[in-house]
């Protein structure tokens, strides 16, 4: 199974903003997936992995905001994982990438009757088919 973790790389200029990534491992490969957030390198606690969001400042709504996003985004690349993990079909890491940038590289389609039926459509010919239960 694949682990998300969120990191900070800071900017090579001393002073300015750094970014926000998503790092996901998967069979010891890693990817870094860029978020469009940007905090200074005050703003992040490099123990915990974690944004420091002070009591008192004008940006604290701000960095409540992006909090808040990057855990709604971190448990949707969990759900794409815990997707990809029942279906019991072999994925990459590139594999979660697409799927969490929108890349129809899996194609679900919804049946009332058995479940939610998952086409794979990536690879090479590869047309498998596996059926997961609605829950």
């Not at 998503?22 to 978020?35: A, E, M, W």
Request: proline share 4%; hydrophobic share 35%.
């Amino acid at each position: 199974m694949a682990s998300i973790k969120l990191k900070f790389r800071p900017s090579s200029v001393k002073g300015k903003k750094g970014v926000l990534n998503y790092q996901i491992i998967h069979y010891r490969l890693t990817r870094l997936i860029k978020t469009s957030y940007q905090i200074m390198p005050f703003e992040w606690d490099d123990s915990t992995g974690s944004l420091l969001i002070p009591t008192q400042s004008e940006c604290k709504a701000r960095l409540l905001l992006i909090r808040d996003h990057t855990n709604w985004e971190m448990t949707r690349l969990q759900g794409i994982i815990n997707d990809l993990e029942r279906t019991g079909v072999e994925y990459t890491i590139d594999d979660i990438v697409a799927f969490f940038r929108k890349i129809p590289l899996w194609r679900v389609c919804s049946n009332s009757c058995n479940g939610v039926s998952i086409n794979w459509s990536g690879r090479k010919g590869d047309g498998r088919q596996k059926v997961i239960p609605r829950q």
